[in-house]
């Protein structure tokens, strides 16, 4: 049987394997020392090594072939987008279950006088030595503990994913005894108290709680404009997004703004805000939330603006604003290239204020989907003071906003969740409860990475946890406390 190969999931029909190609496996090294007057050796490390190999292939290039007879030029071309990545591939040999995490290396060199087919070599780079099952494996756990059973012939990495049924300070899951992975206080001599209460968290699934604001011109000179105009929600049902035929402006930034008061004031505070950027068509876009103080005045803006009609270049920018309404830009981030060939980019920006002290945190993520928002990608962290105390004003309110420019193509922009929670002043002997019912855990043992719900958490690690592998064979998970998540292990078996 012919055998072809899949990069990245794709295919070429007419780029087959070479017979008598020899997978490699098993690539552990010795190294030793020999001592004088000593028989033999001493073994100093056992370490399983990268691979580096040709993999001969053969193109078929004839009437039966897929896509009949083809020109050199066309046919290396094809080859070269078809291998071309900066990052490692996923590279599977069509007739195997399992794949290689690989980089690949030229030269490609075709024969141009031949006719008919052409027989040649590409370089193959393992910096991870290890084959991957294709079909991942999850199981959940019950009375908290789970069994996760590898029949791989490594180790496997692990992604934890756990839904908190009730308020927690901490989360443990062990293995077998021998280790864990932790975040958070599990001190039982210190209090718990829940120093981050919730003053209005939505997920922007109804317009419940959301109040349309009139038509105006807010003050906002970085992503704001005009008010006036309609959200509606996504055909999902899970995000705001302009309502574009309520605009009928033909120039200037014209968009609409949804606000929502919490019936209290708070001084501390910490506002969050995630957006979904459509760039597949350039456009320009602007999004904003906003806090305003007691007496309805505005007092700090977390925007993202892409003022470019024909090209993705975004940024984030947040501003305060004192009592007179004075805008003062505290930060601005571009995104960096990378980000321009993305079709889609998910955003989270924070705003945390405690005293005189303003931490901003932005990270980002490239896949849409919930469940695989898993590993964040250009976290971003600042800190600003403000020393002359001209922003020190309680926060009574939050809104969204968004906005088109004129008769400029809008990037869809959804609106995906808005959190702003206060926050309380912690003694230093007190538990937080860091995690809230509801709350989602994502730890990733492969890239090292935690978070809840997508905000990277790496920081609540807790000093001497591991991230740990599952064994060859059988493993007993247990997770603490009890009676407190539903978890569910994910891992895909591992070979050598």
């Not at 992604?159 to 206080?185: C, H, P, R, W």
């Not at 790496?458 to 060859?472: A, E, R, V, Y």
């Amino acid at each position: 049987m012919l055998d072809t190969i899949k990069v990245n999931d794709k295919t070429l029909p007419w780029l087959i394997v070479e017979r008598g190609f020899e997978i490699p496996s098993f690539n552990f090294a010795i190294e030793s020392e020999e001592i004088a007057g000593r028989p033999g050796s001493i073994v100093k490390s056992r370490n399983l090594k990268e691979y580096r190999f040709e993999l001969p292939l053969i193109i078929r290039n004839d009437y039966l072939s897929h896509g009949g007879m083809k020109k050199l030029d066309d046919v290396l071309n094809e080859v070269v987008r078809f291998f071309n990545y900066d990052d490692p591939v996923k590279l599977q040999f069509t007739s195997q279950d399992w794949y290689w995490n690989a980089y690949i290396e030229g030269p490609i060199e075709l024969d141009k006088d031949r006719i008919g087919f052409w027989s040649f070599k590409i370089n193959v780079v393992l910096a991870d030595p290890y084959k991957y099952a294709v079909e991942g494996t999850k199981n959940t756990a019950i009375s908290d503990q789970v069994s996760v059973v590898s029949t791989g012939t490594a180790d496997s990495p692990v992604i934890v994913q756990a839904t908190a049924l009730q308020n927690a300070s901490y989360y443990m899951i062990t293995k077998n005894d021998e280790d864990y992975f932790m975040i958070g206080d599990d001190d039982l001599d210190k209090t718990v108290e829940d120093y981050t209460p919730t003053l209005w968290d939505n997920e922007m699934r109804a317009f419940t709680g959301w109040t349309k604001q009139t038509a105006s011109t807010n003050i906002d000179g970085y992503t704001g404009g005009t008010t006036g105009g309609g959200m509606m929600l996504s055909s999902s049902n899970d995000s705001f997004m302009l309502k574009q035929e309520t605009i009928t402006a033909t120039s200037g930034w014209n968009g609409a703004e949804y606000k929502h008061s919490f019936g209290k004031s708070a001084q501390d505070f910490v506002s969050t805000c995630k957006i979904h950027v459509n760039q597949k068509n350039k456009g320009s876009t602007h999004f904003a939330q906003y806090l305003y103080d007691t007496d309805n005045r505005l007092i700090a803006s977390i925007g993202y603006r892409n003022a470019r009609a024909s090209q993705a270049i975004g940024s984030i920018v947040i501003t305060l604003f004192d009592q007179l309404g004075q805008q003062k830009k505290i930060y601005e981030y571009t995104n960096s290239p990378m980000f321009y060939k993305w079709d889609d980019i998910v955003i989270y920006m924070r705003l945390e204020r405690v005293g005189t002290t303003f931490k901003i945190k932005t990270w980002k993520y490239k896949e849409l989907e919930y469940p695989k928002r898993v590993i964040p990608v250009d976290v971003n962290e600042k800190q600003w003071e403000d020393s002359g105390k001209f922003y020190q004003r309680p926060i009574a309110a939050v809104s969204v906003y968004t906005a088109k420019n004129g008769t400029n193509y809008h990037m869809p922009t959804y609106i995906l969740g808005s959190y702003t929670h206060e926050k309380l002043p912690k003694p230093p002997k007190a538990r937080d409860m860091i995690i809230k019912k509801g709350d989602v855990i994502n730890i990733n043992t492969q890239d090292k990475t935690v978070t809840i719900n997508e905000d990277p958490s790496l920081d609540l690690k807790t000093f001497g946890s591991d991230f740990f592998n599952i064994n060859s064979g059988y493993n007993e998970c247990i997770i603490y406390p009890e009676k407190t998540f539903d978890t569910t292990v994910y891992w895909q078996d591992r070979y050598l």
